[in-house]
Nanobody
Framework: QVQLVESGGGLVQAGASLRLSCVVS????????RAWFRQAPGAQREFIAS???????TYSDSVKGRFIISRDYAQKTVSLQMNSLTPEDSGVYYC??????????????WGQGTQVTVSS
């Protein structure tokens, strides 16, 4: 099975930067996509950024130009560099991996999340 462990969260002031990392243990399964989501208190989990196995990246409009998603195959990590943080960026950040579990079948795997709090 695929296991994901996030790290790098914390408390920062508005305007600061933070880098999140997620170690993805693929359990031998091909990983199609790695992504970051966040969930603020009382809100639904929302998409932040993703990186496909091809290298193609996608960002939500709310973070485009401020956040950068990247991957390191050697370290089996996917990172999220977050710049110019605002209090609206606060929440629990989750790492997700989409793995191929069978022919024509994919499954989402999630990490436990890491808390990011941005003070004004």
């Amino acid at each position: 099975q695929v296991q994901l462990v996030e790290s790098g969260g914390g408390l920062v002031q508005a305007g600061a930067s933070l880098r999140l990392s997620c170690v993805v243990s693929d359990g031998g399964l091909p990983i199609l996509e790695r992504a970051w989501f966040r969930q603020a208190p009382g809100a639904q989990r929302e998409f932040i950024a993703s990186i496909h196995s091809s290298g193609h990246t996608t960002y939500s409009d709310s973070v485009k130009g401020r956040f950068i998603i990247s991957r390191d195959y050697a370290q089996k990590t996917v990172s999220l560099q977050m710049n110019s943080l605002t209090p609206e960026d606060s929440g629990v950040y989750y790492c997700k991996a989409v793995a191929v579990i069978d022919i024509g079948k994919n499954r989402d795997f999630w990490g436990q999340g890491t808390q990011v709090t941005v003070s004004s």
